[in-house]
Structure formats: C-alpha cells, structure tokens
C-alpha cells in the first residue's frame, strides 16, 4: 500500500509547481517594477506581492521537511517582499534564513544584498555580492550590483574613491562580456563611466564611452529604460548637445513623468531660445554703447602674454588673433580670442557656465567654461577682457515649434587655455551631477 500523504510528506511535483508558479509570478512583478510608473504603480505592486504571499501561505515552511525547499520558498517570499518601495525587515530575515539553510543558493545572496542596499547599510550589500560571487563567479546580477554599490561606498579620501571606481568598471565590463547581448549589463557600464566622469573629474573619453554603452543597451533593451534616456540627456546636455538632450528628456518623461524630466528640457528650451535671441539682438545693447565696450578689446597682441602650463614655456608658438567670425568649426589651433564679458548666462546646471561675450569687431558669441562650478560666475563680470588661446568651437542648435534656433559657441575645456583681465583664472573643480537615484 502506498503511504498516506501528510502536511509533512507532500508530493514534490505539487511543491516544485507551487515554486515554478510563483517564479513566474515574479517575473511579472520585475515587469511590473520596471515598466509601470502611473499614479496607482505602489498600489499595483504590491498588490502583485500579496498575490505572491498568500500563493506561499498555502505551503507552511514548518510542514517542508528538505532544507532545499525550504529555502527556495525563503527566497521566494524574501525576494517578493523586496519589492516594497521601502526596506522591509521581513524580507531581510526570510533571505538571511534562506542562505543558513543553503549557503551556497547565490540568488538569496544577490536578493539580500537588494535589501540591504535599501536599508543603506552598503558594507553589508557588499558582502552579500560578494558572497554571491563566491558561489558564482559567472552571475552578472551580482556582477552589476557590486559594481553600483562599490560607486556608492563613501571612502575617505580620493584614491580609495577612485580606485572604487575602476574595480567598478571592470565588474560592469565583466558582466558584460558574460553576454553580450544584455541590456542591463550595458546600461550600468555605462553609468560606470557616467558618475566616473562627473565624481572624480576624469577625462572627457569617459562620457564618449558611456554614451556608446546607452547605445548598446537601447538597441538591445526589451522594454524602454526612462533612466536610460535620463542619464543619456544628462551627458548631452553637459556637452550642448542640446537637442539630443531634449529628446531624451522628453522621451524620459513619456515613459515615467514622475522624474520629472519635462522639467529639465523645458529649462533647456528657454535658455537656448533667449540665448539665441540675445546674440540675434546683439544684447539688447544699443549701438553706442557697444563701440565703447569693443574699441578697448585688442585686435593684435603687443605685449606678450603668459597662459598657465602652457606648450610656450618649452618651445615658441606664434599666435594671431582672430575674431569670432573667422574661427572655424573645432580646435583653432594658434589663435587667440580677444574678447570681453557681456553677462553671465544662468541656467539650470551649473556646468558648463556660460558667458555672453562680444569681440573687437562687435560679433557676439557664447563663451562655455567647463570643469568649473558656479563660484567663477561672481569672479568674471560685464566688462572683463579674456584671452582665449586654441578656441574650440561649436554650432549649438535646437528646433522648437518648427523654428531652428543657433547659434556659436566657444568651449574651453582646459581652464588654463583662458586669461580674464590678463590673470589665470584657478581652477575649481566641478561637483558631479545628480544622474539618478534608483538602483539601476
């Protein structure tokens, strides 16, 4: 005769279906989580997670009897639970039991390590992603959190920081490389080189090398990622490229307007169109007033002229000034340009700050000042001269409403490269921008 079945002794076939159900379950509320954001998306969730709950209810863990099991169901309510917009202490102690069941189940680690990163406690989300890694060295959602987290860790001075950073690239690069084709493991390579551009000041390459990582992970994403075109707007705007920073914010806040991203391409709109409309309008400056602003600007340079850490100091370069209408598109390389502050134009960030000026044959133009912060603004007024050595230049544009607005601008990416009033100006390094705060 077979044996009578018990709360104890449950068909495996009935408690492996209740297992694969809820894992499909959740893979739902991870579609839910990434691409619901109306107005009800807290309700929905955790509607979802109460679906889960009461689905793991009907199989009480005291009536399990095989460790593995038990765990598996451990994790599935602790992973379920973690879904909260908030920490939820249930969650941690449903994983935390799971994983002293079985220590080597790598998904309860990587869940755990979730938790505590919503708890911010970030030496412990270390750890359980680590401890992930030791059970799976190939488990690129380990790979991809630790790499975020290692971004996060306060660290007391700028090597420990910096030197989080690369390790953090190499696990995003890492994840990638375990598939190519995941978006996910793009994306966050790409914020790798993102927040190391913008927190430690390192070359510019690296916003080129995560603006081709955001184009990986949109080519191959399932579903549209409203980060995604934030933080990719973010680096377009930073670079005035500002109509592929408006697209992308607009196209942000379609897809979730609770960030707000409207918001930003609207403040990039208004500054572009009166930007263009003040150079249009030569400042709104009258005619007399302008003569006497420019007749003091130098068409020549008479004396000489010392830029900081500049290539003269070992070897003689000639230069010649040329005004803005005869610089060309990119590097001018040996020109000088003489010119003088109209105003400062404020915006939204900070950097690059941005100047009207005017030169010795009344053109107007933009002047841009990158790895620089707001505090300059107060130091250059109306009226400073500036030499500007190697102009670089570019034609920004916007269409808004059927009509195009552009206009010149000068960037200066290396503050040595300008004098204000025949003075360097000391460099003053440029806060990082907020890119996002979801984990991601």
């Not at 705007?237 to 592929?244: A, G, K, S």
């Amino acid at each position: 005769m077979e044996p009578a079945q018990t709360e104890s002794t449950q068909p495996v076939g009935e408690l492996q279906e209740l297992k694969d159900h809820i894992k499909e379950q959740l893979t739902a509320l991870d579609l839910l989580d990434r691409t619901y954001f109306s107005k009800d998306r807290n309700r929905q969730i955790k509607s979802k997670i109460d679906e889960i709950v009461s689905a793991l209810d009907t199989k009480p863990i005291e009536f399990v009897q095989a460790k593995r099991d038990k765990a598996d169901l451990l994790y599935l309510r602790g992973k379920a639970l973690d879904y909260l917009p908030e920490y939820s202490k249930s969650a941690e102690e449903y994983l935390s039991k799971s994983i002293k069941l079985v220590p080597g189940k790598y998904e309860s680690w990587d869940a755990l390590g979730h938790v505590y990163w919503k708890k911010r406690d970030l030496t412990e989300a270390k750890r359980c992603f680590e401890g992930s890694l030791e059970q799976n060295q190939g488990n690129k959602d380990a790979l991809r959190h630790l790499s975020m987290v290692l971004r996060m860790i306060e660290e007391p001075n700028n090597e420990a920081k910096k030197k989080n950073y690369v390790e953090s690239i190499q696990l995003a690069t890492k994840a990638v490389s375990l598939d190519l084709g995941d978006a996910q493991s793009w994306y966050v390579l790409g914020n790798a080189h993102l927040t190391n551009f913008f927190v430690n000041g390192i070359n510019v390459s690296e916003l080129t090398l995560a603006l081709k990582a955001y184009t990986q992970t949109e080519r191959l994403q399932a579903q549209p990622n409203p980060d995604l075109y934030y933080n990719r707007a973010t680096i377009f705007e930073y670079l005035e490229r500002y109509n592929e920073a408006v697209r992308d914010y607009q196209h942000a806040h379609s897809i979730d307007p609770n960030l707000q991203a409207d918001q930003r391409a609207e403040k990039i709109v208004d500054f572009v169109v009166q930007t263009a409309t003040l150079i249009q309008s030569k400042g709104r400056m009258k005619s007399q007033k302008i003569g006497q602003m420019v007749k003091s600007i130098p068409s020549t340079i008479q004396q000489a002229v010392s830029f900081p850490a500049s290539e003269e100091q070992t070897q003689k370069v000639t230069y010649h000034v040329a005004a803005l209408n005869q610089l060309q598109s990119g590097e001018n390389r040996d020109t000088i340009l003489s010119a003088k502050i109209v105003s400062h134009l404020p915006k939204e960030q900070e950097v690059p700050l941005c100047f009207l000026v005017v030169d010795f044959k009344h053109n107007f133009s933009v002047v841009s000042l990158y790895h620089t912060n707001k505090s300059l603004a107060q130091d250059i007024k109306h009226g400073d001269e500036i030499l500007l050595k190697n102009p670089d230049v570019i034609f920004t544009s916007l269409e808004f409403k059927g009509k195009l607005y552009t206009y010149q601008t000068v960037k200066v990416t290396d503050i040595t490269q300008i004098l204000v009033n025949g003075q360097a100006l000391v460099s003053k390094q440029a806060q990082s921008l907020a890119v996002t705060s979801a984990f991601v």
